[in-house]
């Protein structure tokens, strides 16, 4: 079975640095998303992308962070100055269409020291 | 987006069904009313989502009232795998920018 895949699947940066989270969707899908998961806490929405730009994007997506599709196949998420709060797990998910499952990879963690 | 409820956690015995409940009172006529699962150190799992009628698959049954303001994961033979946080989530399904967001679950303990 198709699977959405990530990498790396633990990021170590020091705080300021830039970082990008690479994803590659399952190849039909249509319409993918960044999710983060601080330790402990509930799975929260960052932004979702459809037909190569944002549909929506939440509080937390603030100028720090930018989402690409560069190829048609990778989607990534950029943070370009990493802060200490910035530290979580971050999911990638994909859907064929708004009446389908979505499917999440396995994440990375991102740890800022 | 439209709200769900559900217990904090549960506990249930290996091999015996698991009955997840989940109100959602405020439920409009075009929500879709969707399970998902997170296990231990993994990404979310799409487990079954349904409308009006009760829904079978593999993993679990969805069985929705009448009045479709709440609605039962049912796990037929739970097993240790099935130790997860359970997540019932209420979608609309047609609008391009609807997205599932997540509330804090039902954290299921499986006792061997």
């Known amino acids: 079975e198709p699977e959405v895949t990530q990498t790396p699947s633990h990021q170590v940066t020091q705080m300021g640095q830039e970082v990008i989270l690479r994803c590659v969707p399952i190849?039909?899908?249509?319409?993918f998303y960044w999710y983060r998961q601080i330790l402990g806490q509930k799975v929260e929405f960052l932004v979702s992308?459809?037909?190569?730009?944002?549909?929506?994007k939440s509080e937390i997506f603030d100028d720090q962070f930018s989402v690409e599709r560069p190829d048609g196949s990778n989607f990534t998420l950029k943070i370009r100055s990493t802060k200490l709060e910035d530290s979580a797990m971050y999911f990638c998910?994909?859907?064929?269409?708004?009446?389908?499952?979505?499917?999440f990879g396995n994440g990375t963690r991102l740890t800022v020291t | 987006d439209a709200k769900t409820t559900q217990p904090n956690s549960m506990e249930s015995n290996e091999e015996e069904p698991v009955h997840l409940p989940c109100n959602h009172s405020?439920?409009?006529?075009?929500?879709?009313i969707h399970w998902y699962r997170q296990l231990p150190s993994q990404g979310p799992e799409y487990v079954i989502h349904?409308?009006?009628s009760n829904v079978n698959n593999r993993m679990a049954s969805l069985a929705i009232a009448e009045d479709r303001k709440s609605s039962t994961l049912i796990l037929h033979r739970a097993t240790l795998r099935d130790a997860a946080v359970y997540y019932c989530?209420?979608?609309?399904?047609?609008?391009?920018?609807?997205?599932?967001?997540f509330g804090k679950g039902t954290r299921l303990h499986i006792l061997p």
């Open positions: 405020t439920i409009s006529g075009t929500d879709y």
């Open positions: 998910a994909s859907e064929r269409d708004k009446y389908s499952p979505l499917h």
């Open positions: 190849s039909n899908h249509l319409y």
């Open positions: 349904g409308l009006t």
């Open positions: 992308f459809y037909n190569n730009e944002i549909s929506e």
């Open positions: 989530i209420l979608r609309l399904g047609m609008n391009r920018d609807d997205k599932i967001i």
